[in-house]
């Protein structure tokens, strides 16, 4: 079982930056995938990024070059820097684990990002 608790969401301005945060309650190194998900208002699930143990990344289209998944292994941590926001990135984002041994991901409540002016 995982527990993922995200924070770091809010309002900001278009071209404004924010960072977001997903803390597991086990160790990281446990954790196979991580990766960070939004929804918007009537529309489904998207993956936004994701990351391996290994530090593998994957982006999509839509945030690459503007966003950066990243892990902190001594603070057992993963973050979302999301840089030059669009009021198209506005969505609830969420933090998925992926543990490979129990063929189980994990799922976070959700923070809610809103880009507005």
């Known amino acids: 079982q995982v527990q993922l608790v995200e924070s770091g969401g809010g309002l900001v301005q278009p071209g404004g930056s924010l960072r977001l945060s997903c803390t597991p309650s086990?160790?990281?190194?446990?954790?196979?995938?991580m990766g960070w998900h939004r929804q918007a208002p009537g529309k489904e699930r998207e993956l936004v990024a994701d990351?391996?143990?290994?530090?593998?990344?994957n982006y999509a289209d839509s945030v690459k070059g503007r966003f950066t998944i990243s892990r902190d292994n001594d603070k057992n941590m993963m973050y979302l820097q999301m840089n030059s926001l669009k009021p198209e990135d506005t969505a609830v984002y969420s933090c998925?684990?992926?543990?490979?041994?129990?063929?189980?991901?994990?799922w976070g409540q959700g923070t809610q990002v809103t880009v507005s002016s």
């Open positions: 998925s684990a992926y543990v490979a041994v129990a063929r189980t991901e994990y």
């Open positions: 086990r160790s990281i190194f446990s954790i196979n995938a």
């Open positions: 990351i391996t143990r290994g530090g593998s990344t």
